[in-house]
């Protein structure tokens, strides 16, 4: 996959200041905020900074953690996973694979068949309805 380099100045330029909070500064949406927690619409969930598709609404479930959770992304490529050590605590964060924004983090604790739980800020999605 093609990497989309932008810099920090052009990623605010076309962010709004919630998106690039934490798409770029790896922040966080308050749980239950996101207008994607509760959604159940069909379709596709794309990176909001690049438009890389990230998740299918099939793979979504309510793991009732607050944010957008899903059971795995929709192709191998989609993210990259990093090692993270913050807040005094030792998790996996997901990175959208074309572009480096922060999406979230990935925890061992979700449904069958991958028993994964991607969960996932809002603020970094744009759901793409099927017809």
Known sequence: MEKLDKTLEEWKAMLDPDQYAVCRLKGTE?????????????????????????FDSSTKFD???????F??????Q????????????????????????????VFPDGPP???????INSVCLDLVARN
């Open 113 to 119: 068949p991958t028993g994964l739980r991607y969960c």
């Open 63 to 69: 793991s009732g953690c607050g944010w957008p959770s």
């Open 71 to 76: 059971y795995a992304p929709i192709g191998d």
């Open 78 to 105: 989609a993210m990259v996973e990093i090692r993270d050590v913050s807040h005094g605590m030792i998790r996996t964060e997901v990175v959208c694979a074309k572009c480096d924004a922060h999406l979230g983090h």
């Open 30 to 54: 308050r749980p239950f905020s996101g207008k994607y927690n509760a959604t159940k619409t069909d379709g596709v969930y794309h990176c909001i900074c690049c438009h890389e598709a990230l």
